[in-house]
Each structure stands twice: as C-alpha cells, then as structure tokens.
C-alpha cells in the first residue's frame, strides 16, 4: 500500500468513524425529544376518558369556589352577618359542593388514565380540594373570633387558579386569556373590621 492510499484510508476511515458517532449522538437526541414530547401530549382517548370521570365533579368545584368567594366578601364587608341563617346555609352549601366533588382521600383513589399530565392535574384538582376546605374551615373559625380571613382569601385564590389552569387544560379552551395570578391580600388583627368603602375599590 503506498503513502497516498494509505493516507486516504486513514483519513476515511476517521471521517466514517466521527460520522457514525455524530449519528449515534443525534439518534440518542431525537429519541429523547420523542419521549418528552409524548409525555407531555394527553391522548384524545385519555382525555374524554378523564372528562367522563371528572365532567359533573368539577361542575360541583367550580360553585364551590364561587360560593366561598361571596361568602369572603360579605363576611369582609360585615363580619357580624356569619350570624345569619343564610351565611351558615351557604356555607354548608360550599361543605356540600366540595363533598360532591370528592374528599381527598376519595379523588386519590379515583381510577383514572395512565397519563403523567392527567396525573399532574388531577394532583392539582386534589390540592384544590383540600385548599378550600381549609378556607372553609378557616372562615368558620374566624366568624367566632372576628378576626383576619386572610388565611381563607389566600387558599381560595390558589384554588382558582388551580381549578381554572385544570379546566383550561381538560377542555382545551384557547382564548387567549390569561389567568389572573393570585391576589395578595392583607392580614388584620382579631377585632379589626376592614374599611367596606376600601374593600369595594
């Protein structure tokens, strides 16, 4: 073998050996990306499949949250009105709702599609629960005080989000709306009444 063939082999034989390593690295690249890529896509299937289990559920979290809501107001605007026959039957109404939708425990041993995204909303869904019953339970304990809500206002509002990220998601709503981000509001002393006039602005 003389010098020239045997410098062309030498060269060739680099070159097919970096090509294949280039291959080999860009194959490893794109099976990655498909893999992620089918993880983050829910299924059509999984999807509906979700939507039967969780339809009528969240119909009965999203008056929930509303509900909890006007009662946060009404109890900010005038405290003493958790005394009123109608606070209390709302609130019970909100116990119902959350009941209806499902207890923690009982949404974590729901059968549901095998799918990590469906299993992450439906994490959130659970969160969602569980905030707002301790915003329940904080506004009942509060209504005896007379003192700061914040506690509550603060649950509720992650639970909107949560819920209307969730629902977004579920039903493929596209918009363009964004989703307000969770208010801050402010904390008062046991026997601190906000002022109504601020409250409304």
């Known amino acids: ?54 339809d009528v559920r969240l119909g009965h979290l999203g008056n929930a949250i509303i509900i909890q809501g006007r ?53 959130d869904l659970i969160e969602t629960s569980e905030l707002l019953i301790a915003a329940s339970n904080a506004l009942e304990d509060n209504a005896w005080l007379g003192g700061s809500v914040t506690f509550a206002e603060m649950n509720l509002e992650k639970a909107r989000v949560n819920f209307q990220k969730a629902v977004k998601t579920i039903y493929g709503v596209d918009d363009d709306k964004e989703i307000k981000p969770e208010m801050q509001y402010e904390e008062y002393d046991v026997g601190d009444v906000p002022d109504a006039k601020e409250k409304l602005k």
């Open 71 to 123: 009662l946060l107001d009404a109890f900010n605007l005038r405290n003493d009105r958790s005394d009123e026959d109608h606070f209390k039957e709302a609130e019970e109404l909100v116990k119902n709702h959350i009941s209806s939708f499902g207890e923690p425990e009982a949404l974590r041993k729901l059968k549901i599609p095998n799918s990590q995204k469906i299993r992450q909303i439906h994490n």
């Open 1 to 54: 073998m003389d010098c020239k063939t045997k410098d062309w082999f030498i060269f060739n034989n680099r070159y097919v050996k970096s090509l294949t390593k280039m291959i080999k690295i860009l194959l490893v690249i794109f099976i990655f990306v498909g893999l992620t890529s089918c993880e983050e896509k829910i299924s059509e299937e999984d999807l509906n499949d979700y939507k039967k289990t969780m």
